[in-house]
């Protein structure tokens, strides 16, 4: 075992820190988790303690070493990854100066708009690619500075929660530039800091640090990380990628035309790019690769298998997921003309509408569980759909596979439907730790293993399943645009419902 060449993928997710060891044909050797602290002091924050992750870190590390029965000097290279856009502020020692702001706090919406009146809206998508948003980091950083100003003025560096893991193993202040060009601080086309923006927010361009590719070393072990991981010290570090990016590198995601597809209590599509395509109005993510000079769009959809897990939750409890979706199976492709919105949570592609809501439209007395069910089957898999529309309208081009992961691949027949509706090849493959998966990988390039991102995906990711879509796509193509419509002629409703309820709970008026 010794013997062999290891890769270390680190992933801190917003629930648990990873340690996932895989050898140079993608076998998972050992996988370890510790879980992590969310905390939400007030309404709309979520923050945790960077110290916290560093210590889930190295419980994983030595768990993983433990459970293969190996010391650190098998490892050759360790790659990074996590959820992406959380702020982590240090001061001039690299003390953690506050709890990180994390990808889904939502108290920065006055810094959003003004990051586009300082910039102008257009300006600020031509240059980052994106507008903002309160998940980002940019505007968390301004948040800080008009807040807590003590603790701003005490800043000296600005991480995000991967490179802050990276900063305890190495020492060294760095970040890769898939991740950086999640914070909106970044010139996409350059794939580096955008002075413009640094200058336009009043953020000292010292604080951010360099920016590597995914498969660069960035450092090394250090003799105190050693220590307390169990690495060993001198073994490099990459640059890694946020969870998005490793994760398409993890299901081998890597060329134009080959989409990742998360089917996830949220919903998220991950395309490839070979340019810094944009879309105009900002209704999709436009990010750096973890790839070396590649991008990618990212479309988001906030309630995918999480509607499916709300329905029956709220409708059928006593019911069986597996159960519940076989009842669909006889239900005529398009529901008999009963479609669901998915915007049980709102939504953020095609639609950045937090006030956005779920329907049923179509109901009859023919319309039985089974046909609810399939609708929101149907209604999700036309969610997806909208950002497919998207990303080729910006210039994508033909989509030849989409690779598909998370909990609601499972389903069979939620597979078949989402071939059909989206009319193109969906696949499996033999990778589940996708994210970690992919940092692994990542390490394995810049360790020589293999000589590119795509040949590491190659060498150890393999389709385990095939679904192609069948004669129900014809009908898909009419009630599609069906779907399409229910948005706009509601949308105006959803914003004068809010305010009715608003106005009501407001008052504590129950009846």
């Known amino acids: 075992m010794t013997s062999q060449k290891l890769l270390l993928g680190i992933d801190v997710s917003t629930t648990g820190a990873k340690a996932l060891l895989i050898d140079e044909v993608g076998r998972v050797v050992s996988s370890a988790t510790t879980p992590l602290t969310l905390f939400t002091p007030r309404p709309l924050w979520s923050e945790q303690d960077p110290r916290e992750w560093w210590a889930g870190v190295t419980q994983s590390i030595r768990q993983a070493l433990a459970q293969a029965g190996l010391t650190g000097s098998a490892i050759l290279a360790i790659g990074l990854t996590g959820q992406m856009h959380g702020l982590v502020l240090l001061d001039g020692q690299g003390d953690v100066l506050r709890p990180a702001i994390l990808w889904n706090d939502?108290?920065?919406?006055?810094?959003?708009?003004?990051?586009?009146?300082?910039?102008?809206?257009?300006?600020?998508?031509?240059?980052?690619?994106?507008?903002?948003?309160?998940?980002?980091?940019?505007?968390?950083?301004l948040w800080v500075q008009q807040n807590e100003p003590e603790i701003y003025a005490q800043g000296r560096h600005v991480l995000l929660p991967k490179d802050y893991i990276r900063f305890m193993l190495t020492g060294e202040y760095a970040m890769d530039k898939a991740d950086?060009?999640?914070?909106?601080?970044?010139?996409?086309?350059?794939?580096?800091?955008?002075?413009?923006?640094?200058?336009?927010?009043?953020?000292?361009?010292?604080?951010?640090?360099?920016?590597?590719?995914?498969?660069?070393?960035?450092?090394?072990?250090?003799?105190?990380?050693?220590?307390e991981t169990g690495l060993l010290p001198g073994t490099p570090v990459v640059g890694g990628a946020g969870d998005q990016a490793a994760?398409?590198?993890?299901?081998?995601?890597?060329?134009?035309?080959?989409?990742?597809?998360?089917?996830?209590?949220?919903?998220?599509?991950?395309?490839?790019?070979?340019?810094p395509l944009i879309e105009p109005q900002g209704r999709l993510h436009a990010f750096c690769h973890a790839l070396p000079a590649h991008w990618h769009f990212m479309g988001v959809m906030l309630s995918a298998?999480?509607?499916?897990?709300?329905?029956?939750?709220?409708?059928?409890?006593?019911?069986?997921?597996?159960?519940?979706?076989?009842?669909?199976?006889?239900?005529?492709?398009g529901s008999e003309g009963l479609l669901f919105l998915p915007y049980l949570t709102g939504e953020r592609t095609p639609y950045p509408d937090p006030l956005a809501r779920a329907a049923w439209v179509g109901l009859t007395?023919?319309?039985?569980?089974?046909?609810?069910?399939?609708?929101?089957?149907?209604?999700?898999?036309?969610?997806?759909?909208?950002?497919?529309?998207?990303?080729?309208?910006?210039?994508?081009?033909a989509i030849s596979q989409v690779r598909v992961s998370g909990g609601g691949a499972k389903s069979p027949l939620w597979q078949q439907i989402m071939a059909d509706v989206l009319d193109v090849e969906l696949v499996t493959v033999n990778t589940t730790e996708s994210a970690a998966f992919g940092a692994a990988l990542l390490a394995g390039v810049g360790a020589g293993i293999f000589t590119s991102v795509p040949a590491a995906c190659e060498a150890t990711i393999h389709l385990t399943g095939r679904v192609q879509p069948s004669p129900a796509r014809t009908a898909y193509r009419d009630f599609y645009p069906r779907y399409r419509a229910l948005y706009p002629a509601l949308v105006s409703e959803f914003r004068t419902m809010a305010g009715v309820v608003s106005q009501r709970l407001g008052a504590g008026k129950t009846q």
């Open 247 to 275: 994760q398409a590198v993890g299901v081998g995601a890597v060329q134009p035309g080959i989409i990742a597809l998360t089917l996830g209590t949220s919903g998220v599509v991950f395309a490839t790019t070979e340019a």
């Open 305 to 333: 298998a999480g509607s499916l897990q709300w329905y029956r939750d709220t409708l059928a409890p006593e019911v069986d997921f597996a159960d519940l979706v076989a009842e669909a199976k006889n239900v005529s492709p």
């Open 106 to 141: 939502q108290r920065t919406g006055p810094q959003c708009d003004e990051i586009r009146s300082r910039l102008g809206k257009e300006r600020l998508i031509q240059i980052t690619g994106n507008d903002a948003l309160t998940g980002f980091t940019a505007p968390k950083l």
């Open 180 to 227: 950086g060009s999640g914070t909106i601080l970044f010139d996409l086309s350059q794939r580096t800091w955008s002075q413009e923006i640094l200058a336009a927010l009043s953020i000292p361009s010292e604080w951010v640090p360099p920016t590597y590719e995914g498969p660069e070393v960035t450092g090394t072990i250090s003799p105190q990380a050693a220590a």
């Open 365 to 397: 007395v023919r319309h039985e569980r089974a046909h609810l069910t399939r609708a929101v089957l149907e209604g999700v898999a036309f969610g997806i759909k909208d950002s497919f529309t998207l990303i080729q309208q910006a210039g994508l081009g």
